[in-house]
């Protein structure tokens, strides 16, 4: 006869709604190994705790992106604390994030990557150009922050005032950050901001760039930035994206 287990789940110990925030940002840690976004362990991605808004979620330091799980991700708070479970955290990954979310009230999820494109387009002098429609959607929410070396960890107060301007950072020589009010949100722009940099890398590779007409450029960025400012950004492409991760099998809600 087998003896009922006296463990208390994860998520009797914690409101619902980090829970579900703990979910849907584990998820988003899945579909980021899924498009090819990682850096092996050394990005992160990050999650306001509802009701909390001075604590976050992140990653805990050492987990590849398919590692990670609801319950897997440390909960910190601004001061660089961890609360409840003990996990170690990456420095500068919580320098950014608590930097970011110190500087803007209103965002609640942060992703920074370091891919192959992203890291090429911020190593260029014009970085991220209007030749292509997917730019185009992100282009004008566009910031940029100057690199400082691995030998200087910027302060959360430097990365706030360099990177709390607008939701899409491109990092310079350094690589891709995103927010938004939500998970959903954050990602749309990072998948966009992703995208936009491969196209560009690929279209350089292949000799000289054919640039949009200017009206057609402005005309474009002005309908995509109405939709930027919209209360349900990400919310629609969220549950086929969630649909995919359930057909293959991924276990993050544990």
Same mark, same amino acid.
């Given at each position: 006869?087998?003896?009922?287990?006296?463990?208390?789940?994860?998520?009797?110990?914690?409101?619902?709604?980090?829970?579900?925030?703990?979910?849907?940002?584990?998820?988003?840690?899945? !579909?980021?190994?899924?498009?090819?976004?990682?850096?092996?362990?050394?990005?992160?991605?990050?999650?306001?705790?509802?009701?909390?808004?001075?604590?976050?979620?992140?990653?805990?330091?050492?987990?590849?992106?398919?590692?990670?799980?609801?319950?897997?991700?440390?909960?910190?708070?601004?001061?660089?604390?961890?609360?409840?479970?003990?996990?170690?955290?990456?420095?500068?990954?919580?320098?950014?994030?608590?930097?970011?979310?110190?500087?803007?009230?209103?965002?609640?999820?942060?992703?920074?990557?370091?891919?192959?494109?992203?890291?090429?387009?911020?190593?260029?002098?014009?970085?991220?150009?209007?030749?292509?429609?997917?730019? !185009?959607?992100? !282009?004008?929410?566009?910031?940029?922050?100057?690199?400082?070396?691995?030998?200087?960890?910027?302060?959360?107060?430097?990365?706030?005032?360099?990177?709390?301007?607008?939701?899409?950072?491109?990092?310079?020589?350094?690589?891709?950050?995103?927010?938004?009010?939500?998970?959903?949100?954050?990602?749309?722009?990072?998948?966009?901001?992703?995208?936009?940099?491969?196209?560009?890398?690929?279209?350089?590779?292949?000799?000289?760039?054919?640039?949009?007409?200017?009206?057609?450029?402005?005309?474009?960025?002005?309908?995509?930035?109405?939709?930027?400012?919209?209360?349900?950004?990400?919310?629609?492409?969220?549950?086929?994206?969630?649909?995919?991760?359930?057909?293959?099998?991924?276990?993050?809600?544990?």
């Amino acid at each position: 006869m087998s003896v009922p287990s006296s463990r208390v789940p994860v998520e009797a110990t914690m409101s619902e709604a980090e829970w579900e925030t703990r979910c849907e940002l584990a998820a988003l840690y899945r !579909l980021l190994h899924h498009y090819k976004m990682t850096d092996m362990i050394y990005t992160h991605l990050s999650a306001r705790v509802p009701g909390e808004p001075e604590t976050f979620l992140i990653n805990r330091y050492g987990e590849m992106f398919d590692e990670v799980t609801a319950s897997s991700l440390v909960k910190m708070d601004m001061q660089g604390n961890v609360i409840g479970e003990p996990g170690t955290f990456n420095l500068a990954g919580f320098n950014i994030h608590s930097g970011v979310y110190g500087a803007r009230e209103d965002v609640n999820c942060v992703l920074h990557t370091h891919t192959r494109a992203g890291v090429a387009v911020s190593a260029t002098a014009k970085g991220l150009l209007p030749i292509s429609q997917h730019a !185009l959607i992100v !282009l004008p929410e566009i910031s940029y922050f100057d690199y400082s070396g691995p030998g200087t960890i910027e302060t959360p107060q430097e990365i706030g005032d360099g990177c709390g301007k607008s939701h899409c950072v491109i990092m310079r020589n350094h690589g891709l950050l995103a927010s938004g009010h939500s998970i959903q949100a954050a990602f749309y722009r990072l998948y966009y901001m992703e995208t936009s940099c491969q196209i560009q890398a690929s279209a350089a590779a292949m000799g000289d760039l054919q640039m949009m007409d200017e009206s057609v450029e402005q005309q474009t960025m002005d309908l995509y930035l109405k939709r930027q400012s919209q209360d349900d950004l990400g919310q629609r492409e969220w549950p086929a994206l969630m649909r995919m991760l359930e057909r293959q099998g991924v276990e993050y809600r544990v």
